[in-house]
């Protein structure tokens, strides 16, 4: 392996070793022809994944151990931060790696885009799971694509944000955009690093031709930080995304239920046909008890993004 590689896979570890043996087993078949190293940062796992990983002998897969569990955000700057590539691919070890999803995000990241994100199905139901992120008009991020019927094979679409489950970027770039901001745990992290990447002039699209599956969700704790995760992004975010949520949200609700059409809600479904038709502004009454909700629950109980 070249000390430097032309590209470094980044992940964070904690427990669930089988999504992980799974994960390692795939990914040299899926970067056949690519120069590659994966840097692994263990989150202080409790079960058989110290142990294993001690066992693993590939020298393109270098182990970095945390003395405890700092969460997501914080494994991913360590992650950038070792890696030895100008590009990083950052991936959950829950994903379903084929060949070619590399080779069209890497064709993306041209000059002037700074993430570059994919489509993924979702592992347990085979349907579109994300190929961007939307907001809805009380401030939150959805994923557009989200049980769509199907979608274009070629080309690049622009979002304001996509997941982090898979994107690729420049390492340079994620270190001087300051990384995953840390004070949020196991969520949000990445569309807050997509919006500040933005605010500086980077472009975010999704390559729709790279395809992965994602086992969504599958890490046990996943949401137990959602209340205050939601309370920062609010914050910070919240005043810009509920106004590009009045836009992105109709067509994005409406064209998500085009194969559940039963689950449409009366009123939010005549709410996102008046704004198409531009015969509806700012919020409507059901928007603002919805952000009030929302915003009550951020204080107290979890909401999930």
Not at 148 to 165: I, K
Not at 210 to 218: D, E, K, L, N, Q
Not at 253 to 269: C, I, M, Q, S
């Amino acid at each position: 392996m070249a000390d430097r590689p032309a590209v470094s896979v980044v992940t964070a570890l904690y427990n669930e070793w089988p999504l992980t043996a799974d994960f390692l087993a795939a990914l040299p078949g899926s970067l056949t022809g690519w120069d590659w190293e994966c840097v692994l940062v263990d989150n202080a796992s409790t079960d058989a994944t110290p142990s294993r990983l001690g066992e693993w002998r590939d020298p393109r897969v270098r182990v970095f151990r945390e003395p405890g569990n700092r969460g997501y955000a914080a494994a991913n700057n360590r992650g950038v931060r070792e890696a030895r590539a100008p590009v990083v691919a950052l991936l959950n070890n829950d994903l379903v790696l084929t060949p070619g999803w590399l080779e069209p995000m890497e064709e993306a990241l041209r000059p002037g885009v700074g993430i570059v994100g994919n489509v993924q199905w979702n592992a347990r139901t085979g349907r579109i799971d994300h190929a961007g992120i939307v907001f809805n008009p009380w401030g939150m991020p959805e994923h557009w694509g989200q049980d769509y019927g199907r979608l274009p094979r070629t080309g690049t679409v622009s979002f304001r944000a996509v997941t982090a489950a898979c994107c690729l970027l420049r390492r340079e770039d994620f270190l001087a955009t300051g990384g995953f901001d840390e004070g949020f745990r196991n969520g949000f992290e990445d569309v807050d690093y997509c919006l500040r990447a933005g605010s500086a002039g980077a472009s975010v699209v999704v390559a729709l031709a790279s395809r992965v599956g994602h086992w969504v969700s599958a890490s046990a704790g996943r949401k137990d930080a959602d209340s205050a995760n939601t309370r920062r992004f609010l914050a910070r975010w919240g005043a810009s995304t509920r106004e590009w949520g009045l836009h992105d949200w109709p067509a994005h609700y409406l064209r998500r239920h085009l194969r559940r059409p039963w689950a449409l809600n009366a009123g939010k479904t005549v709410d996102a046909l008046l704004r198409l038709g531009r015969l509806r502004r700012g919020p409507s009454p059901w928007m603002n008890d919805r952000r009030r909700a929302l915003e009550g629950r951020a204080t107290g109980g979890g909401e999930g993004r």
